[in-house]
């Protein structure tokens, strides 16, 4: 048994409840449950995967899976059984769907047909790098020492 949390980038076009509505139309016995940023499906490990495998396809570089650890309706995780609140590691997937917009975009750069410049992307990382790389210790104490 797997369970899989399926997340929408926020420039997704599909909504919550379209995603909902579609994972229900599937043939697949599988649980499924809405969420306000996606939804989670749960059922035979091979299924699981394939769904996941569909759902990316519907809005790709859109629409992002990955493993949860708990069933659906756990109630060490459940808001209902725990009488409300957010649930452990909520805000850690908030923050991560928020990210999903930039890696969507990124993902489509790379697909393009001219694709990046790698050389160019190594380039801009390296001077990035340099311009906030450490200062060597003696180099601190020669400034200090300079100033004084």
């Keep these: 048994m797997k369970t899989k949390v399926i997340v929408l980038s926020e420039d997704a076009?599909?909504?919550?409840?379209?995603?909902?509505?579609?994972l229900n139309s599937l043939d697949y016995n599988i649980k499924v449950k809405e969420t306000c940023f996606g939804a989670y499906i749960e059922g035979e490990d091979e299924v699981v995967d394939e769904i996941a495998n569909i759902v990316r396809n519907l809005e790709k570089n859109k629409i992002f899976c990955k493993d949860r650890?708990?069933?659906?309706?756990?109630?060490?995780?459940?808001?209902?059984?725990?009488k409300g609140g957010p649930r452990e590691g909520f805000h850690q997937l908030e923050a991560e769907q928020k990210a999903l917009e930039l890696i969507s975009k990124?993902?489509?750069?790379?697909?393009?047909?001219?694709?990046l410049n790698i050389e160019e992307i190594d380039s801009k990382y390296n001077s990035i790098l340099e311009k906030y790389k450490r200062l060597d210790i003696n180099k601190f104490k020669e400034i200090v020492e300079s100033i004084e």
């Design 13 to 22: 076009k599909t909504s919550p409840s379209k995603l909902f509505r579609f």
């Design 106 to 115: 990124g993902l489509e750069e790379v697909e393009k047909e001219d694709g």
């Design 69 to 82: 650890g708990f069933p659906i309706w756990d109630k060490r995780r459940c808001r209902a059984f725990r």
